[in-house]
């Protein structure tokens, strides 16, 4: 476990430096995210030393909302300032990105004749 | 004995209070979710949050207050950031075999997410800090709060929002994509995973083995995109 963790947080460590040095408009989780990618490639073992904790942290990745989350109580006047903009926003947009990614990919599929997956 | 209030002032002043208190919040959350089918509108999320809500009014707690103990979870959503390396790398077999289709829907999906979110925000008069914090909803929620304080947005805000969507896409995107006349679960799975992030894909996985782990590719995708992508848009609407 150690090891992994080490793992985590030293790629976490690397992308915030990394964004912090090159001023890349990329969050320095997100960095060190595509820096344990290209870890795994060149050398694969890396996979699974981190599967177990990453597994772990993955399985439970809606607990580490909740903190932020519970910041809300904070923003309780915005919210009901803007509730039913809000609303419409959230609904609106969530289902056009839906629509608008599944029927990008079934036309390209479709245009490049590949096999559909029913 | 000691006097109770005297015991809840000692408590209430270090860390473990509200470390367990948020643990405690979550496991009941849970315990719904499970109860109820797993069923998206009832969030464990939601449900810790709401809970821990009316504990921090009911203390008159300040929420920096709270925040001394629940930092200790909320450190982890870096890690837990890092380690979606691990889905995406067991993914790539199935970048390889459809990236173009997978490149036109991530980049459809994206866009049309926060394009319009901003869009339709911008007419309905929000504007400034909840504009932020809307930029970012669709990528899942460790990606979001990073991107919501890049852009002067609300991490707290950005959450509970991003929570909203993927229980909003979790909710309609079965019978959206059956209206559709969508039958492609990698189409289908993908979709979601791009609009609806993590509460989305495991509606995917529900619903289909296939559909899940395209959902789980679109999320990781999106939340590399949403990076590049939210600052810009965000700088046509302000």
Known sequence: MIPALLTLLAAQLAGETLTRLTGLPLPG?????????????????????????????LGNLSLLFVPA????????????????????????????AIAAGALAFAAVAKLLRTEPET | MRDFTEIWSYLAQGPLLWLTATLAAYA???????????????????IAVALLAGVLWLTATPYPVYFEGAQFVHFLLGPATVALALPLWDNLGHVKRTALPL?????AGSTVAVVSALGLAVAFGIEGEVLASLAPKSATAPVALGISASLGGSPTLTAVLVILTGIVG??????LLNALGIRDWRARGFATGVAAHGIGTARAFQVHPTAGAFAG?????NAVLTAFLAPLVLRLFQ
């Open chain 2, 217 to 221: 590719l679109g999320m990781g995708l």
């Open chain 1, 69 to 96: 989350g519970t910041g809300v109580v904070g923003h309780l006047d915005k919210i009901a300032a803007h509730g039913l903009g809000l609303a419409v926003v959230l609904v609106v947009s969530t289902l056009a």
């Open chain 2, 103 to 107: 490149l036109a829907a991530l980049l």
């Open chain 2, 170 to 175: 979790a909710i309609c995107t079965t019978p």
């Open chain 2, 28 to 46: 009941i959350g849970n315990a719904c979710f499970q109860a109820a089918g797993r069923r998206p509108f009832v969030n464990p999320v939601l």
């Open chain 1, 29 to 57: 989780p997100v960095a060190g995210m595509l820096l344990l990618l290209a870890g795994f490639a060149l050398w694969r073992p890396l996979v699974e030393v981190v599967r177990p904790l990453a597994t772990t942290i």
